[in-house]
Structure formats: C-alpha cells, structure tokens
C-alpha cells in the first residue's frame, strides 16, 4: 500500500455528515490542518431529507443540504482541507496509519477520525427511488412532523420499526406497521407499546411490492402471506412510507483492525470517540446504534477532534 509519494497529515477526517465537518471545525481551530475526504455522499444522510428541525440553533428550521453546506463552510473558515474522494482501503497496524484514497493515493496520518456514517436499508423497490422525498422516508424523527394527523406506514419488525410507529402515532391519525413476519422481533417492552397504542394497526405477514399516487405517495400495495397457497394482494391508502429495516454502518474497510459488532457498528470505549488503536476515534452513526441524531454526531465529532488533539500532544507530534 505505501510508496515514496504518500502524503503526511497530522489528521485525517473520512466522512462529511455532522461528525466529520464538526470534528474538522474543532481539529482546524486546535492547528491539526485536518484532512476530510467527503466519500461518497458529501453531506452525509441528511442531503436526502428536506426539512431539519430539530437541529439546535434554527427556530425556523433548515434544510438538510443547508445545514450541511453551513457546516462545510464553517470549517473551510478555519482552513479545514476539505477533498472529494473515498477512502478505499486501510493499513492501521501501526502509526502513522495509512488510507487509500480513490484506490490511488495513499494518506499517511498520526490520527484517524472515522466519521463514515450508516445507511438506511431500503427494500429495494423502484418505488422508493421514484418517491424520494415525496413520501419515502427512512428517519420519523426527522419527518414525521410533516405528517400530523395523516396515515402512514412503517415498515419493520424490530425495536426501530416499533419505536418509530410508536413515535409517529402521536403524530399521524392512523398507523400502519407492515411486518413480513407473524411475529415482531422488537423487545417485549417494545411490543407492548406498539400493542397498546390504538392508532397503530399491526400488519402481520405484510410484504410491500410497490406505491402508488400522483404526486407523491397515496398508497402502497402489499402481499399478505406472499408465496403461499393463500397469498392475497392488499392495498392500503397512506400519505407517507417510513423504511425501519435497520442501518448498515460504513465500517467495512475498518474491519480488520477495530472491534465492531455483529451488525458492524464500531465499538469505542463507552462514553469516548476512542476506538482500540491509539489515534484512531470513530464519531456519529459509524459508532451509534442507539441515537442516530445530526446533533449527537456532531457531539461526538467534536469529542473526537478533541481526543485527536490530546493525543497528538502526549506524543509529541
Ligand atoms: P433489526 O435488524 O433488529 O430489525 C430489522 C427488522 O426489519 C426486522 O423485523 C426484519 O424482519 C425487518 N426487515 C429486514 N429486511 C426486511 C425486508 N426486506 N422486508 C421487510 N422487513 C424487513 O433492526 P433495528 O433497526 O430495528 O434494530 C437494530 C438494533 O438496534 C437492534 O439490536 C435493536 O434492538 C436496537 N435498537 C434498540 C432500541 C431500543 O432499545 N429502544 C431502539 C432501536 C433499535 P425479520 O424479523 O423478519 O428479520
């Protein structure tokens, strides 16, 4: 992976949603002359939403593409060096750790912020891309404002999919929760709640084939017991479509040098950005199953610069 050319930084952010450009806010103003590589979708989960409102600091809101250029441009401000391209492979076996980019070039760093994020599975429809932002959403927190007092569906068996029909329900006049299974594998605690909420209305054995509407979704259109002798096509009228069949977190490439766990999240050392190998911090969804919020990454972003900060001055570098 090294050759004579490779280029030497203190510190090298992967990543552009709210951890990587906070931790490139924090790590330009301590003089770490950060590196960010954006990836593959610069800006992060939160170019795909449109309205945030939940992001301390915007009583009126603000989109997500904005949000993200207001971050970006917060670090170029104090000299962040903020680069298109995608880290390819990774050699973290000793200091100073190297990362391919592009399948090219390759960066050697004292310190590594992985800030590479998760993605929302989709069931992989045409439908979904075709209604994008007009009804197809994979975050109720983020969206489920807009759909007081309509009906929507959920689509999910677990504790996510339970959470968020639970959340939604307080919202909307009538929920959907569309399970493929007879049977939901949330917690028990999860379960209750959903079985206790009366505007929620549990679709067992539920599969979605597609949607429908004119401009935007109106409807979809599900199997019950599909591929069975009994198999029967449903349709149901809803205004929007929430995904919650789990997040892959984009650890892959890290894999052979930081612990993750069985689904892939990067594990740190509980209430820190540390990962196991000294220099290295991973901050925002990459590292968190558990909240998934644009303002927790950025916490823990910041942490992370931190951290890199700290470390690089107990070694002298
Ligand atoms: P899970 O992997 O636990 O559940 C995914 C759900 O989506 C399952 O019900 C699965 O069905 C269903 N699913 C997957 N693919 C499809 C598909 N193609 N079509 C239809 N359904 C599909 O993911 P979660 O995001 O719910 O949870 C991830 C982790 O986070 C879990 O460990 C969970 O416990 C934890 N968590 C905890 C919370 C809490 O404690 N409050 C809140 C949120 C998450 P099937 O069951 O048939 O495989």
């Known amino acids: 992976m090294s050759n004579s050319t490779n280029e030497k930084v203190r ?11 906070t931790a490139a806010i924090y790590a330009s103003r301590a003089n770490l002359s950060p590196v960010l590589y954006e990836g593959i979708q610069p800006g992060g989960q939160l170019t795909t939403t449109t309205e945030v409102e ?25 000299g962040a060096d903020i680069r298109f391209g995608i880290a390819t492979e990774t050699d973290l076996s000793a200091a ?9 070039k390759v960066i050697e760093t004292e310190t590594l912020i992985i800030a590479t994020g998760a993605t929302a599975k989709y069931l992989g429809i045409p439908d979904e891309q075709k209604y994008a932002g007009m009804g197809v959403s994979a975050c109720a927190t983020c969206d489920g404002f807009f759909y007081r007092k309509k ?6 068996g677990g504790d996510t999919a ?14 959907y929760l569309i399970v493929r299974k007879s049977y939901l594998r949330a917690s028990k605690v999860m379960q209750e709640r959903v079985f206790n909420t009366p505007n929620i209305m549990v679709l067992f054995e539920h599969n979605t084939i597609g949607l429908f509407g004119e401009n935007g979704v109106e409807g979809a259109h599900l199997v019950k017991r599909m591929g069975e002798s009994d198999e ?15 997040h892959k977190p984009n650890s892959d490439i890290f894999k052979p040098w930081i612990e993750t766990d069985e689904v892939g999240y990067i594990k ?19 590292a968190d199953p558990h909240y998934r919020q644009a303002i927790t990454a950025a916490g823990t972003g910041c942490q992370a610069a931190i951290e890199a900060e700290r470390y690089l001055s107990e070694i002298g570098k």
């Open 96 to 104: 100073p750790y190297k990362v391919t980019i592009d399948g090219e």
């Open 11 to 21: 510190c090298l952010i992967i990543g552009s949603g709210p951890a990587g450009y």
């Open 162 to 175: 339970c959470e968020e029909a639970v959340y939604l329900a307080g919202l909307a006049k009538q929920v």
């Open 268 to 286: 740190t050392i509980p209430g820190t950005p540390r990962t196991k190998v000294a220099g290295v911090f991973a901050a925002g969804d990459v």
């Open 151 to 156: 009906v929507v569906a959920v689509v999910g």
């Open 54 to 78: 939940n992001f301390p600091g915007y009583p009126e809101g603000i989109t997500g593409p904005e949000l993200m250029e207001d971050l970006k441009q917060q670090a170029l401000r104090f």
């Open 232 to 246: 029967e096509k449903v349709d149901i009228a809803i205004d929007g479509f929430f995904l919650a069949i789990g």
